[in-house]
């Protein structure tokens, strides 16, 4: 399934002409050629990486997922990617915001316009002053899991409205968050009970079936278990109107996710009446959206040796680009990606024929640490230099969010754009953008 086929992009009178509005008033964004680009690639660090957003892209997952499931609304999961406009285009859309401390809670507020109750404060376990804080900003719904949090918010937000996260199946899942968070199906009794006697209100379940998860299915089970929470529910005195189903959504298996959940739901809560249904989904809104550049600073090939092409295994030149595992890269870290670059320009060309002879290389990132790696083995061409720009596609989710500045290296800007490009077309911008910077190329190599 391609969603490129089958949805059609509004044209520019429709939600796109609210966009610039929307970024009106960045310090460093302006309207160029019809693109929205932020002047980020002047200076003293004119090579330095950069991100390419497409807006129009998180616009067309919106549409996948209205299409899909139209009766669950969408909590954007904050964490995934914060980036202001993509908080305000969703908050333009109507979606609501999954946030998991003061911080994305006040980033979503700032917004403006958006009312508390389209906020989910969906960590387990938060410090005592964040419910307090969420108190005083009238953020009231949010997860708990352990009888200690109950006492905590008894005291903090005793009007809090709760939502149990129970634990299901996360072991199809590139991240699995079961470890940490969800209560088993038997101890939902003693919890629900507990909170009776602190007077306070659970309101219905939610869960997450764990991030990038590979194998949709699990969604029925998961449904089964919140099911068989609401039934605890009446047995300890309370009337569940609300189910979050989490997140975990994957870009390319969403349709399926979204087919095995609509039956469940339909399976399991048969009598929908005054049920409210949320999701939290982050990664299937941003991963595609963003694109990076990244421009080759180094070099280290053999001495005075003619490099082998072919596919030798072992790589025979290191890359080195100006970004790498404490910045955008962290994803290989954290996120257990795997990242495949795409030579963007080569020695001031942005043609590359296919033709090109290839070798086994490496890249690395800038820091001084050998932990640095980017790719271990790759195929790229072996006329490139450094001065030469590689992209990376899919760099929207779990990337910038939790970048460092480690070594001194800068967190690579955003340039964004609202186009509603195909992905080939957000490549060609990439190399117009590069095209742009100029960049001293090692000519002498
Ligand atoms: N909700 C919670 C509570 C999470 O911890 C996460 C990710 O860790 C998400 C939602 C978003 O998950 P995903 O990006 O897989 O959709």
Not at 423 to 444: G, Q, Y
Request: charged share 20%; with cysteine.
């Amino acid at each position: 399934y391609c969603p490129d086929d089958d949805l059609t992009l509004p044209n520019d009178d429709d939600i796109f002409s609210t966009l610039p509005p929307l970024l009106h008033g960045h310090p460093d964004v302006h309207l160029r050629n019809g693109v929205l680009t932020a002047d980020s690639n002047t200076g003293p660090d004119a090579e330095r990486a950069f991100f390419v957003a497409d807006i129009s892209q998180v616009y067309k997952q919106h549409l996948r997922w209205s299409s899909c499931l139209p009766e669950i609304q969408p909590f954007y999961a904050v964490k995934c990617n914060p980036d202001p406009y993509v908080l305000r285009l969703l908050a333009a859309l109507g979606a609501g915001f999954d946030c998991a401390s003061n911080g994305e809670i006040c980033q979503v507020l700032d917004i403006g316009g958006i009312d508390p109750s389209r906020i989910i404060f969906a960590n387990p376990c938060k410090a005592v002053s964040f419910v307090r804080n969420a108190a005083k900003m009238d953020v009231h719904m949010m997860t708990f899991d352990n009888i200690d949090e109950l006492y905590k918010i008894a005291r903090a937000h005793p009007a809090a409205q709760l939502v149990l996260r129970i634990l299901t199946d996360d072991t199809k899942s590139l991240c699995q968050l079961g470890i940490k968070f969800g209560a088993p199906l038997a101890v939902v009794p003693a919890l629900l009970a507990k909170a009776k006697e602190l007077g306070l209100s659970v309101i219905g379940v939610s869960f997450h079936v764990g991030s990038g998860c590979y194998e949709p299915s699990v969604y029925t089970d998961a449904i089964r278990r919140a099911r068989a929470a609401f039934d605890m529910g009446v047995d300890a005195g309370f009337h569940f109107s609300l189910l979050d189903v989490g997140g975990g959504f994957e870009d390319a298996l969403f349709e399926q996710a979204a087919s095995f959940l609509t039956d469940a739901i339909d399976t399991y809560f048969v009598d929908r009446s005054g049920l409210k249904i949320i999701a939290e989904p982050g990664r299937f809104y941003v991963s595609k959206a963003f694109n990076l550049a990244t421009n080759i600073i180094a070099r280290r090939a053999p001495l005075g040796e003619t490099v082998a092409t072919g596919s030798s295994e072992q790589p025979a030149v290191m890359y080195y680009i100006n970004d790498g595992v404490y910045g955008a890269f962290n994803c290989l870290l954290f996120d257990h990606q795997v990242v495949h670059p795409y030579v963007l320009s080569m020695g001031c060309s942005f043609h590359v024929a296919a033709s090109e002879p290839l070798q086994t290389s490496s890249v690395w990132g800038p820091t001084c640490d050998s932990i640095d790696c980017v790719c271990p083995s790759v195929q790229l061409p072996l006329a490139l230099r450094a001065g030469d720009w590689l992209g990376f596609a899919n760099m929207g989710a779990y990337t910038v969010c939790a970048a460092s500045q480690f070594n001194g290296f800068q967190v690579s800007k955003t340039i964004y754009t609202t186009g509603g490009f195909r992905p080939t077309e957000v490549r060609a911008l990439l190399a117009k953008f590069a095209s742009e910077i100029r960049v001293e190329t090692t000519a002498d190599v």
